[in-house]
């Protein structure tokens, strides 16, 4: 399908962070298969950066995509005088103090929330603990179903939400739990407590869990720049025309069926998840998204089918589960 040209703003370059390459490499994972991400790691570990550098290494917008964007934005009012078209994908940051209508939509007159207005795009949720958990708990049928749907005065109003989350949080209310250098004040509890703001059923659609720990000094002021984001692009844009070319769509919108029927994974590959899952408990639902993070990870490598490496690595991509 025809793809339309970018605007001149173009978002960060993810040459710009020093260092972190296993989150590095999980973006690109993320942006292949449109996955959901949440990062885990100490104040000034980076996670906001990588975060701000997510749509620098999405594909470009099709036609189709571009005119649903331009229409969400059009019925919210924020469509920017003069512009016809939306060319870049959204990237919707809002604070944690956002109401249930702010983030999903509705009011008494419905508008489209904060998850319609990232449709195509990037909704980041810094500091997602802080956000209020029946809010949070607001996401969990959008997210899933790619739209929502709102009963106003006997009629409905359907809003598009098919947008990748991106979060946010620190490993303890203090921040420095893990830290190398600064000491957690939390006791055990505490960190229980504040990881359990967060519901199972959320985080289980939650694709990718990732560790972003602190860098040291060196690495932040010294080296050389790492992969740019226009080269990591080229690398998605390739995966992500493999997953169009065998199945429709991207890897993170398959059915568990059609998942299955896709996956040509070795008999090792599913052998070693059953293991995993038996051994950490991973749901039904979190057990379907680590195969479909391990089908991204094969596009990614140009394979055909998944081995028993692409599991290993999308198993490592489930921090929280694994702290639990």
Known sequence: QPHVETSGVDAPDLADVRGQEHAKRALAIVAAGAHNLIMIGPPGSGKTMLARRLPGLLPRLTIDEALEVTRVHSVAGLLPPGIGLVRSRPFRSPHHNVS???????????????????????????????FHRPVLEGLRQPLEDGHLTISRGGGRLRFPSRCMLVAAMNPCPCGWLGHPTRACIDNADAVHRYRGRISGPLLDRIDLHLDVPAQPPATLHGGEPGESSASLRLKVEAARARMIARQGCANSQLGPRRLHLMLQAQDGAIALLDQAATELGFSARAYDRILKVARTIADLDARDGVICDDVAEAIGYRVLDRAG
Do not use: K, Q, T, Y
Request: proline fraction near 10%.
């Open 100 to 130: 249930g209508v702010g983030l999903i939509g509705g009011g008494s007159v419905p508008r489209p929330g904060e998850v319609s207005l990232a449709h195509h795009g990037v909704l980041f949720l810094d500091e997602l603990p802080e």
